[in-house]
């Protein structure tokens, strides 16, 4: 299992940091059975799994549910839970409570956060306290009524700069590594040089120390439309959607079950049930 200084370590080595998301059992164990480096239980989980359009409705009990899911799926693989909307910005207490719940009942190794300004106050108290935190910038989903949509950020001079201080603040928090979500690929470079800590990217180009996709995007499994970052490795709406139906023709045909998916009984029960 990875530690805080392994992660730093990656990056002084230029060894790329492979994360997916994961929300469940069997996510988990293909992806620890795969080497991932990291796993992150993403509050994307409200979108790509619990069917709402946006991360907002996600739940600390959600998080919770899915995370000790994931945890018996990869024991092993270092594992990073997102602290869901609004659940570390009414006030300090509340935020500390909910990250300890949120940690101690997940068993993560880390909490992500999203965001700047009084996040990074956050931040640095749970680095303090003992847990290890990730940090998030660029596109942040759970802002994204606040952004005006899903789209790219820091792309002028004022934004850019905005975003390269903020990714320092997040490394001086004490974030163990960070994730720049949707940013130009020169921004996301110039803060991969200028920090300590890893970058962790999603379509934020090919220099991040790391990159993070989400499961259900790679296997393009319930997802209608890709964002330009995606790469989809398989086809699974199509493979896993035409398994789905032949199963279900066969059913109305009578083709399935077949005689070797049945089980018997001994002919003298039966000849006596018949009576
Ligand atoms: O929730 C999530 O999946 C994420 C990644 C996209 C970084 O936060
Ligand atoms: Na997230």
Redesign the pocket.
């Known amino acids: 299992m990875l530690n805080r200084n392994q992660v730093r370590k990656m990056k002084e080595d230029n060894n790329k940091i492979a994360m997916i ?1 994961s929300y469940d059992y069997p996510s988990a164990l293909m992806a620890e059975k795969s080497g991932a480096d990291m796993i ?1 239980v ?3 989980l409200g979108m790509v799994v619990l069917g709402y359009d946006s ?1 907002i409705p996600v739940t600390i009990a959600d998080m919770i549910h899915h995370s000790k899911a994931v945890r018996r799926g990869a024991p092993d693989t270092f594992t990073v839970v ?1 602290m869901p909307f609004m659940s570390y910005h009414i006030s300090m207490d509340d935020s500390l409570s909910n990250a300890k719940r949120l940690y101690q009942e997940s068993g993560a190794e880390a909490l992500k956060l999203e965001g700047s300004g009084e996040v990074f106050e956050v931040m640095n108290r749970l680095t303090h306290a003992g847990i290890p935190v990730v940090g ?1 910038l660029g596109l942040t989903p759970q802002s994204v009524n606040v952004l005006g949509g899903y789209r790219v950020q820091g792309k002028d001079r004022q934004t850019a700069e905005k975003l390269l201080a903020d990714a320092k603040a997040a490394e001086a928090a004490g974030a163990v590594a960070l ?1 720049l ?1 949707c940013i130009p690929k020169e921004l996301a470079e110039l803060i991969t040089k200028q920090l300590t800590i890893p970058t962790i990217g ?1 379509g934020a180009g090919q220099a991040c120390d790391g990159q ?1 996709l ?1 499961y259900h995007d790679v296997l393009k499994y319930g997802s209608e439309r890709l964002p330009k970052f995606v790469k989809p490795y398989f086809d699974g709406d199509r493979w896993m959607g035409e398994a789905v139906q032949s199963y279900v023709n066969e059913v109305k045909s009578g083709a399935f079950p077949e005689e070797k998916h049945s089980f018997t009984m001994d002919a003298s029960v039966l000849a006596d049930l018949r009576g």
Do not use: M, N, Q
Request: no cysteine; proline share 0%.
């Open positions: 998301t992150l993403g509050d994307s991360t997102d998030h994730v979500e999603i993070v989400v």
